[in-house]
Structures are given as structure tokens and as C-alpha cells.
């Protein structure tokens, strides 16, 4: 067995410049070793377990577009995107005045989210972003109203587009895309990495979540 190097300084920051294949291995890993489902398998329904091998099941359109049923396990895996907005941003039923937000009515219910794109004090206070020199260690800005941290700036975050996202320029459909914005983004927002200017795949990384 190889080990890698030992931990720096900066031990603390998050893993950066993954590949989509090695987070779906990685992912389904940790589930077998929690005892928990696998999330992404092949059409036959074998677990991925190889970036290599399987690189070519993994980066199957085909196949991504079928993991909106396999939110239905319980292993690990990416989220969502409309999952990741509500986590980086929903503020509960009440409105916090140290969060300014937009208010949105669902039935009888009214939410109150962040409005992060139109309130510069505000990234400023909960997110790394605008050419800071290197990622940052996490928890060091101020949570969300849930309690998440650095779920703007500091690293775009990996989520899974079932429908695909299209690329503005060449055109190309992906279906996971970095989100959140990252330490080289000109702002940080609710949108995807190649609608934000100075964004770079080398600040990808990711956070997990599981369906119960």
C-alpha cells in the first residue's frame, strides 16, 4: 500500500481539483465501508467502483440522467442542485435581520432566502472569493442561517443537474458542474462555474449528502 505525503500546514483546507470519476468511486466507497447502498452503478446495476475501468460508464450521459432515481439509496453521492441552493441558502420561516433576503411563498408558508447576488457586505462576510491567494481553511467566515460554512467562494462545489446544463459558448450538456463560485471567482453566486467570470476546475470540490 502507498501512502501519500503527510499532511502541510494547510491540512485544514478543502481537497480541490477532483475529477468527476474519482468522487463517484470515492462516494461509493465510503458508502460499502458505512454499510450503506451505493449510489452509482451501470445500467446492470454494478458499483462503480473503479475510475479507470469505469470511466466510461461514469461519464455516460445516459447514465447520469438515470441517477435521478438512485436518490431513492441511502449511500453518499452529490447533491442536487435545487438540493445544494436550499442548503446554502434557506433561512428557515423567519426573517433574520443579519441576513438580508428575498421573501418566497410556498402554500401557506413564506421562506426567506439569501439574496447573495445583489448584497457585497454580505459575501464579504461568508464567503472567500475575488483572487484570494489560495483556498482558505474551512469554518473561518460566518455560516449560513443553517449553520453551513463556505458554501460560497473558497471552492466551487460539485452538484448533479438531472435535466444537464449547457454550456453558454460551445454548447456542450454536463451534468455536474461546479456551483457556489470559488477563491478566483470575480463573486460568488447561485449560479454554475462557466456562467461566472475567472472560475477554474483546479478549486472543484464537493460536499456530500445522503437521502435517509
Known sequence: MLWGPAPTERQFEPVVNLDEADVFVWLNAKSEKSGLRPVYVDRNNRVLRNAVTDAAFLKDAVLVQSLR??????????????????????????RKAQFPS?????????????????????????????????????????PSPLGIYDAFGNVQELVFFPEGVQHPIIGNVWYVDGVGGDIYASKPSLATCYSLDGCSKQVFGMRTVRTK
Do not use: C, S
Not at 432515481?69 to 423567519?94: I, S
Not at 457585497?120 to 462576510?125: D, F
Open 102 to 142: 428575498i421573501a418566497k411563498k410556498v402554500g401557506k408558508n413564506t421562506y426567506y432566502w439569501l439574496d447573495v447576488n445583489n448584497d457585497t457586505p454580505l459575501l464579504q462576510r461568508i464567503a472567500w472569493y475575488g483572487g484570494v491567494q489560495h483556498t482558505q481553511p474551512v469554518g473561518q467566515k460566518n
Open 69 to 94: 432515481a438512485q436518490t431513492a439509496r441511502n449511500g453518499y453521492r452529490l447533491p442536487v442542485y435545487d438540493e445544494w441552493v436550499v442548503m446554502a441558502t434557506f433561512a428557515g420561516t423567519t
